[in-house]
């Protein structure tokens, strides 16, 4: 079985006939590079693919031939995914290799960052019912997850229930012992993550072990954080299998190592990729990641990605190629309540995770350490007396937090309240924190600062009240979920949709010098996370789900399953909010809040395959070279019918119409019974824009049956507003939905000119 190569070697070993042998002479530097005195960087090397007569024994040997021959230079070489190979070079190494006309980009390697026991009964998930039943809990698909490797001793990765993998199965398993098992079948550090070739990919960092355990956690019961958020503890898909790349160190993953493991994953058999990571805005072209992720799609390899934690900033949106599915961050109806109560009764709902048996309701002296009209983030604390005193603090934001609290103890600080500055809204965080605490909204925290400045004494304490269900709104956006549109191609709805992803409590592996200090058996430790890392994994356990049940769908067909059938209303039945608790626009989150009852029997499906993706590549104007890049084939667009974003058959539509009306014709596939019929329903503010559907009425007599429609949408009068609304296609058994986004007229820019609230 041939990996993906790690080794280097120090002389080039050609094949012994001589056709091969001409081809790499002419490869060969004709003259030796001398070593530059520049300082080598790593360097991602894109190549048109090889040719035919080059077998995958003799890929390294080809890819040697690019580099000098001074030393070993060769990192590894990628054959699934990506054509071309990682090397240490010099920059004049590199403007030689720009010569040859195999090359098609070279990229500098860079570093990206890191991007449930409620979160299934909130998403519907229950045992002996409903999905759940219907999928077998996700048996027999693979779910390959990239990310900081896993703790293999975890019980959430017990194979209880789950069978033996699919033959298919063709990767390997480097954790010794009991590690490896029917749920943990594939499992290998990659590149700079591995010490050496066979090296356990073993969690150092926490990350890995909790988004695996989110996506194909097996049940544990009793799994708790500091005694909060009790119950069974499982992944979406219980009894899906995982193989584990290790690619990323603690906090930050290199590119080499990322495309690494997406070549390992898909030459391995996985059915899903899941990749906690944020990927950046680059152009298609350029971007290694949607590359690599387009191959995966050709093989009928499900991608799901973070959206990314840089929100709520517009057009902040990470890997929003549309042949993956981008995945927003929202939260649940559960709060570890921590209630801050002020000297004159006023009381405000928070969080914490820190929840003391001993809390009184003593009021203590209350404090704001602000200077100079600064908002007191808790950072200088030196010239103030904090001791035996609530501190009120402003929060960081996504990191950060629990550090504040650590400076006020040091400090002699007595508790903290920890407040939201505006952008972060009602989006709270339940910490681990280290002494009495409580995370409020600004909304909170500024009644609580006026309080403070209208006071001469002022007062306050902490009541901790535990975990709380049905808190309300729910579910809303979280702040730091990053929004649409994205820059590479702006026409396209993005982020696709919304999972869990705010205090997710799921496995964890704590990092070796705190394992000490840790209150409970580093064995099943649990920890509670948030970030688009932990809604993306959900997402991934769902089209595992799908996956068990439709084992011939294809990505775009789970991926319009999962939009169509997503919640646009919170459980109150009002519009999802997003963390100022205003209606969330779907460039915040998408097409909605994932459905996963509702996503294995969608009723009909936006299908879409590789030729319509080169198409819309064409018509996105990446031109000949740019289409070739990314499609791993040579693409002329002047052979190809070009289509426009608007008229990609995606699942969800965006117009932008200025004084003329304009049509986009979409295709839909009946999944539900054979004989059925749906009729259009339009919901947009008619004052505004009239939007047509024809025909209205859609009959199928056949299962796989295709039918097409036209949307003609046409804007009203003088308004120059944006506007959101709905396309449902409604049959007996079915509501089928697509989000429909006008943005503002004669808007410069989708991301700034669209005059709906993010």
Sequence with gaps: MHHVSLSTMNTIKLVNHFPLLIFFLFFIFTTTIASSSSEKETYIVHLRSPPPDIGLLNIDDWHRSFLPQDEPRLICSYTEVFSGFAAKLTEEEVSIIQQKDALIRVYRDRLLPLATTHSPEFLGLRVGNGFWNVSGLGKGVIIGVLDTG????HPSFGDDGVPPPPRRWKGVCYFGGAGCNNKIIGARAIGSAAANATAPPVDDAGHGTHTASTAAGNFVADASVRGNANGTAAGIAPHAHLAIYKVCSRSRCSMVDILAGLDAAVKDGVDVVSLSLGGGSAPFEYDPIAIAAFKAMEKGIFVSCAAGNEGPAPSSVSNAAPWVLTVAAGTMDRAIRAKVRLGDGREFDGESLFQSPNSTSTLLPLIYPATNNTPADCSFLDNFDIEGKIVLCQSPGLTGRIDAGIGVLAFGGAGMILMNPKPDGYTTFADAHVLPASHVSYAAGSEIISYVNSTSAPTA??????????????????????????????????????????????????????RSTMAVSTERAFNMVSGTSMSTPHLSGVAALIKSVH????????????????????????????????????????????????????????????????????????????????????????????VTEAELNYPSILVNPQDKPITVKRTVTNVGKASSTYVAAVEVPEEVVVVRVRPRILHFSKANEK????????????????????????????????????????????????????
């Design 461 to 514: 304490t902490i009541a901790f009240e535990g975990t709380v269900l049905g808190s309300s709104p729910a579910p809303t956006v979280a702040f730091f979920s990053s929004r649409g549109p994205g820059k590479a191609s702006p026409g396209i709805i993005k982020p696709d949709v919304t999972g869990p992803g705010m205090n997710i409590l799921a496995a964890w592996a704590a990092p070796a010098e705190t």
């Design 551 to 642: 084992p011939h769908w294809s990505p775009a067909a789970i991926k319009s399953a999962i939009m169509t059938t997503s919640d646009f209303v919170d459980h109150s039945g009002e519009p999802i909010k997003n963390e100022q608790y205003q209606k969330a626009s779907f460039f915040a989150m998408g097409a909605g809040y994932v459905n996963p009852s509702r996503a294995v029997d969608p009723g009909l499906v936006y299908d879409l395959g590789v030729n319509d993706y080169i198409a819309y590549l064409c018509g996105l104007g990446l031109g000949d070279a740019g289409v070739s890049a990314v499609a791993h084939r040579n693409i002329r667009c002047s052979t190809i019918r070009n």
């Design 150 to 153: 896993l703790l293999p001793t």
């Design 707 to 758: 039918k097409s429609f036209a949307v003609t949408v046409q804007r009203k009068g003088g308004s120059k507003n944006g506007v959101e609304g709905n396309l449902k296609w409604v049959s007996g058994e079915h509501v089928v939905r697509s989000p429909i986004l006008i943005p503002a007229k004669s808007s410069a820019s989708f991301a700034t000119a669209f005059a709906v609230n993010s």
